[in-house]
């Protein structure tokens, strides 16, 4: 095992982490389609295995929360939201403008509980991030999540909603820097596009380039402006192998990590890149597929793990097992236990596959010539590129139910309804509306100004002692006057005096 980056420390692979999984049981009801490659029932194939295995005993197992309106409105926009939300496979007849404009139709379908869909997903992903935001957990796991493709104003790809990109930005709130990895066959596009021009987010996409949807990812491909050189492209050919996808992985990604630094890494494990797929054309094994996972793992910096494509759903079902065992620590044995989906994984009844015998069309000149165009790439950057300080956004709104637990926790957050434990409440508190931030802006405001107030307090009562002496000096004067007369002195005497030190004091709070 390699050890981690430079830059950041890596313990041995044994170490066990803190790993939160993200699972909803009806996501495997959802169904594309007749004939469509994408299934959901994989996410249920994969599940059945955590637990026939045991692993699902070494994690906090969470159902997620379905992300709502104003949390998938942070990416996309509100019209595309609004039209997600209300088609049907009834009503679709009738928007046949709105489903050209969305591009949904045939590589996205509507089909029953789509919104509901995209909600489930979407919600794990961005649970997953607000678990390592709030040091719940080391490594979050969504293999419903990892919809790459999707765009700001549509659908794309089999993706509506970009579950990736709202996971991202909910890190945002806390990291200076997110690294976004993509080891699915096809080029992550969706969540390059929405961080092409800053420098907060790197993507690192490894894809089949050419004539292969969706066309993009060319290794010129690095970003504009404030983002130059912050998106990389490994653009490889068919039947890449385990040896020569590593000999470009583990340079490449160990480079970005020593220069770029990130807080928190998001892995994107699209099975597509397994050798067999339906749609696919490289020939990874599922240990060559997993050591990308165990790679990123070693640089011990949060790490949320996400799905993505996968067509052959036996093989991703044994993928991404075998890859939470491996973010977990934990070897499996090779023969597959009995479970309900067992069938599906005759007739040999193993984990592991042997990958094929195709031929490897990445010439060693080739990928020798990918790899140092894009290091040279990476030494263009400044190191670690700094954020400047601002206030930090809300938290998401969401919550999840602990699977392995009934009680549950009041989030730190008096306004969020999202739970969790109590090791991870943050010490500060952060506004959770605009209004709410111009009314906190307004009390610190008059803080402030109590602040100038307590601060002269000592010279206000010298003055008024000053005030009550000369008063006493002249008591045999004023006992001349009538009682009200000598009221009236004395109260605009005090008055003066308090409105001078209380004009300074409003002076001295708007300075501070």
Excluded at 49 to 72: E, F, I, N, S
Excluded at 160 to 176: G, M, P, S, T
Excluded at 299 to 311: A, K, Q
Aim: glycine letters at 8%; proline letters at 5%.
């Amino acid at each position: 095992m390699e050890s981690g980056g430079n830059s950041l420390p890596s313990g041995p692979d044994g170490v066990k982490r803190k790993v939160s999984y993200f699972y909803d049981p009806e996501v495997g009801n959802y169904y594309y389609g007749q004939g469509h490659p994408m299934k959901p029932h994989r996410i249920r194939m994969t599940h059945a295995l955590l637990a026939h295995y045991g692993l699902l005993q070494h994690m906090q197992v969470l159902k997620p929360t379905a992300a709502k309106d104003r949390d998938l409105c942070k990416f996309h926009a509100d019209d595309y939201v609004a039209f997600l939300r209300g088609i049907t496979p009834e009503t679709q007849q009738d928007q046949l403008r709105q489903l050209k404009r969305f591009n949904v139709g045939e590589d996205c379908p509507v089909f029953d509980g789509l919104y509901s869909f995209c909600q489930t997903y979407a919600g794990g992903s961005v649970g997953g991030a607000l678990k390592l935001n709030h040091g719940v957990c080391d490594i979050a796991i969504n293999w419903a999540g990892g919809l790459h493709h999707a765009k700001k104003c549509e659908a794309s790809g089999f993706c509506y909603v970009n579950d990736i990109v709202l996971a991202i930005l909910e890190l945002l709130k806390i990291h200076e820097r997110v690294l976004y990895v993509d080891i699915d066959i096809h080029h992550g596009d969706g969540v390059e596009e929405a961080f092409y021009t800053t420098d907060r987010v790197m993507t690192v996409s490894f894809h089949k380039f050419g004539d292969y949807f969706p066309g993009t990812g060319d290794i010129r491909d690095t970003g504009y402006g404030k983002g130059k050189y912050y998106s990389l492209n490994v653009p490889l050919d068919d039947g890449i192998d385990d040896e020569s996808y590593q000999s470009l992985f583990k340079p490449i990604m160990g480079k970005v990590m020593e220069i770029f630094r990130p807080g928190a890494v998001v892995l994107q494990c699209g099975a597509d890149s397994l050798s067999g797929d339906r749609l696919g054309c490289f020939n990874l094994s599922i240990k060559g597929h997993a050591e990308c996972v165990r790679y990123m793992r070693s640089f011990n910096v949060p790490l949320l793990l996400l799905g993505g494509g996968g067509y052959t759903i036996r093989n991703v079902a044994r993928c991404w097992c075998y890859e939470t065992s491996v973010a977990l620590g934990i070897e499996l044995d090779d023969k597959m236990p009995q479970h309900e989906y067992y069938e599906y994984f005759g007739p040999d009844y193993t984990l592991h596959v042997a990958p094929s015998n195709m031929e490897n069309k990445n010439s060693r000149h080739l990928l020798d010539e990918i790899r140092a165009k894009l290091l040279d790439n990476l030494s263009r950057l400044q190191h670690a590129p700094s954020v400047p300080f601002q206030e930090r956004p809300p938290d998401s709104e969401l919550q999840e139910r602990d699977e392995n637990q009934d009680d549950r926790d009041e989030r730190w957050d008096p306004d969020s309804d999202m739970e969790v434990d109590d090791d991870s409440k943050p010490r500060r508190r952060v506004k959770s509306e605009r209004v709410e931030a111009e009314h906190k802006d307004a009390e610190s405001y008059h803080k402030h100004l109590d602040c100038g107030r307590d601060f002269l307090t000592p010279f206000k009562e010298i003055a008024c002692s000053k005030v009550k002496c000369f008063g006493l000096h002249i008591l045999k004067f004023l006992i001349l006057i009538t009682p009200g007369v000598l009221k009236l002195h004395l109260f605009r005497c005090r008055r003066g005096t308090q409105w001078q030190w209380m004009n300074h004091a409003s002076k001295r709070s708007r300075i501070i």
